[in-house]
């Protein structure tokens, strides 16, 4: 016969009996998943999109995943940094679409590949204003604002403001990010292409 040992409640026994045993568990026991509303299998997709408000920066939409959670029951001081870093990045595409309208030679592919000149974030900040809590949908409003910089640009500042859907619009955190225009190629620090410096003036 097969052996079996229980010790503690836990039994070891044979694969040839665990087989069995699983077999006839799963076709007497179906495993089932429980219903949940609709609202709440919505927030819980991975649902975004982004925006550009001519001039007043780039906005992007998510939805929060429960993963982001932490034991203190709100989402982790590091999720808040992740969402800008995303913010950033779509804010740096809808910068680079805009510089290829304007210029059609911009070198649109290389510029977040780490390739030829590129932005590099030196530091990053944020504030956190209010806990956020799953389910919640979150909205990041990025912005540049060159001011009287002088050209041609080098450095500049990104500042995001994240605003909370289940906190009806209340602004959670706010942020920002000091980047600096570098050439990966040479190892050194650059300057904007023209025409990426016109787009970051139109779209902020």
Known sequence: PDPVIVTNSLIMASPRICASWLSKSLSTRPLSVPRRASSTTRVGSSRSSSSSSGGGGVSSTVTLHWGEMDAFKHMNNVSYLRHFESARIVHFEALVARAREIDPTFPADDFLKGEGVGPIL???????????????????????????????????????????????????????????????????????????????????
Do not use: W
């Open 122 to 204: 030196a530091a990053t900040s944020c504030r956190y204003r209010m806990p956020v809590v799953h389910p919640d949908t979150l909205t990041t409003t990025s912005s540049i604002d060159l001011g009287g910089t002088r050209s041609p640009v080098g450095r500049f500042v990104m500042k995001y403001t994240m605003h909370s859907e289940a906190q009806n619009g209340a602004v959670v955190a706010t942020g920002e990010g000091d980047i600096v225009v570098y050439d990966y190629a040479n190892n050194a620090k650059a300057a904007l292409h023209p025409a990426l410096e016109q787009a970051v003036r139109e779209v902020g």
